[in-house]
């Protein structure tokens, strides 16, 4: 089988394409042209490597891209810097879920596309009544209107929750909203809940290596795809 993988170069990127090849998937993958490939995704025949800005990417050539793929997993994001941050594409990761579900529908597949997608518990499931307090709705309402990167991250997954929906007959998806980001060596237990189970003001912890091997499990383990698909769900390292 084989995934195709845009923000591969990310920090959690990397890891997520680590564990899809520790899972033997084959990954093809969307990279800038003046990103730094590992050296072991070099010469190495499960690895299809396509250099180009996702942002300037027509649908036919997605449709090209997608020709040989049953799954794809999206860690794009915004980079920490002004311009990443501020600049364009402002909707860097909405248009990018747009332009791959156009793509997957254009295509003829035998089964539905697996589409997975890393989002944030900074944005809620508006299929689920999940609570939030009167302060982190302000707080969330000025990060909205600070912060690009969430409104985009928000739109990404709203796109997936109603424009897709879920009785799509092309694509059936997963949008992982992990907490806090940190870095650690090796994948360690962590926990799924179907909704946030801390404030956004104390949000816990999850490492980067753990979303990448829950979203590589999601791809290769139909059994858990099937306990999560159309969902959001929300990860922590254990006792996070």
């Known amino acids: 089988m084989t995934t195709l993988v845009v923000g591969a170069t990310g920090a959690t990127g990397k890891l997520l394409v680590k564990q899809l090849l520790i899972m033997g998937q084959k990954v093809k993958l969307i990279i800038r042209p003046t990103a730094k490939i590992p050296d072991t995704w070099k010469n190495n025949n499960k690895v299809s490597i396509i250099k180009a800005n996702i942002a300037e990417v027509s649908v036919d050539e997605m449709v090209h891209y997608l020709t040989d793929c049953q799954s794809v997993a999206s860690c794009l994001g915004h980079n920490i ?35 997975v997608l890393m989002n944030t518990t900074g944005n809620r499931n508006r299929d689920l009544n999940e609570p939030i307090s009167f302060g982190e709705k302000l707080l969330m309402g000025l990060i909205r209107l600070l912060l690009p990167p969430q409104p985009d991250n928000e739109q990404a997954a709203e796109y997936l929750r109603t424009n897709i929906g879920h009785n799509d007959a092309t694509i059936e998806w997963t949008a992982v909203r992990p907490s806090s980001l940190i870095d650690e060596e090796q994948t360690s237990e962590f926990e799924i809940f179907p ?22 499990d999601l791809i290769t383990n139909n059994e858990l795809w099937n306990s999560w698909k159309g969902q959001m769900p929300v990860v922590y390292n254990e006792g996070f």
Do not use: W, Y
């Open 81 to 115: 810097t002004f311009k990443g941050v501020f600049g364009k594409p402002r909707k860097l990761v909405t248009n990018a879920v747009e332009l791959i579900c156009t793509a997957i529908m254009i295509n003829s597949h035998e089964k539905p596309i697996k589409f």
């Open 195 to 216: 909704s946030p189970v801390r404030s956004i003001l104390d949000d816990g912890q999850i490492s980067r290596i753990n979303v990448g091997h829950f979203m590589a």
